[in-house]
């Protein structure tokens, strides 16, 4: 499987903002989808994550209240909706996959930026 991330950008803090994260080729094998984040000069934090078939969601504390992992199954498509980002949400962001079977998630996208100004 290969991912694909879009929709970051430059957004007012209070505004919302909708990354999106497509996925392509075998996703038959797709287990789980998360969505992590790094800011310059620290280490990745994990977001979010959705189970590619059915509707387990799990969101970080971090975040919860503010952000959602909403997906498209039919559009091979799982995003993360950012309501309310404040200007400490600047960072890159990245989704990523865990394939059947693993333990760790092994397909990253290349990532989007993210910057909120306040």
């Known amino acids: 499987v290969q991912l694909a991330e879009s929709g970051g950008g430059l957004v007012q803090a209070g505004a919302s903002l909708r990354l999106s994260c497509v996925a392509s080729?075998?996703?038959?094998?797709?287990?789980?989808v998360g969505w992590f984040r790094q800011a310059p000069g620290k280490e990745r934090e994990f977001l979010a994550s959705?189970?590619?078939?059915?509707?387990?969601?799990y969101v970080s504390d971090s975040v919860k209240g503010r952000f959602t992992i909403p997906k498209s199954n039919a559009r091979n498509k799982v995003y993360l909706q950012m309501n309310g980002p404040l200007p400490e949400d600047t960072a890159g962001y990245y989704c990523?996959?865990?394939?059947?079977?693993?333990?760790?998630?092994?397909?990253w996208g290349q990532g989007t930026q993210v910057t909120v100004q306040g």
């Open positions: 080729g075998r996703t038959f094998r797709t287990h789980n």
């Open positions: 990523a996959a865990q394939q059947t079977g693993a333990t760790m998630y092994g397909v």
């Open positions: 959705i189970r590619w078939t059915g509707i387990n969601a």
